[in-house]
Every structure is written in C-alpha cells, then in structure tokens.
C-alpha cells in the first residue's frame, strides 16, 4: 500500500508559477513510478508527467519544456514544478504510484491522492 498526499495547488495568473508536493507514505518509495495527471471539469483525466525509481522521466506534449518533475527518495516527495502556467492547464492535478516502470496510462496506477486544484487565470 502507498498513501500519496498532494499540496501546492492555488491560484495564479497565466504566465506565473506553482510547485505541488506529493508526500508519500507505506511501500517503499524508491521502489514506485510517480505519475502526475490532470482532470479538468467535464474531461477525461490526462497524463501530465511521470518519473520512474530511478529517475527517468517523461512529459506530455502539452507540457514539455514548463513543467518539471522531480523525486526525492530520501523525504519520500515527489514534486511538479510548473512554470509559464496557461489557462488551459486548469485542472485538478493528481498524483499516482505504481510499481517501478513509468506508464502514461491512469489505469496503469494502482495509488492515488485526493488530488489538488490548479487554476490559472487569464
């Protein structure tokens, strides 16, 4: 079992900044994939980011080259950096484990947080 928490989320004008936490509990955490996903009202959750034990990662299109996503093993934290924000990337953003190997797939997760909400204003 892995418990996940999220935190960061908020409001920001477009263009600014916000980070959310991850804060993970139970299984060993160096031996999870992380991957963070967003639900925005009235569609389907999307894949947003993930990083596997080691540290490999990987982004969807509509994200790369503004959001970061980073691990730290030892605090047992995942984190999403997101910079340059758009009003499109108003979501619910969520956080997911699953056994080592990344996926871009929600059904490929077996742990989820409550979830934390993102909204960029124009």
């Known amino acids: 079992q892995v418990q996940l928490v999220e935190s960061g989320g908020g409001l920001v004008q477009a263009g600014g900044s916000l980070r959310l936490s991850c804060a993970a509990s139970?299984?060993?955490?160096?031996?999870?994939?992380l991957g963070w996903f967003r639900q925005a009202p009235g569609k389907e959750r999307e894949f947003v980011a993930a990083i596997n034990w080691s540290g490999e990662n990987y982004y969807a299109d509509s994200v790369k080259g503004r959001f970061t996503i980073s691990r730290d093993n030892a605090k047992n934290t995942g984190n999403l950096q997101m910079n340059s924000l758009k009003p499109g990337d108003t979501a619910v953003y969520y956080c997911a484990a699953r056994s080592r190997t990344l996926s871009t797939s929600p059904y490929d997760y077996a742990y989820w947080g409550q979830g934390t909400q993102v909204t960029v204003s124009s």
């Open positions: 139970g299984r060993t955490f160096s031996s999870v994939a």
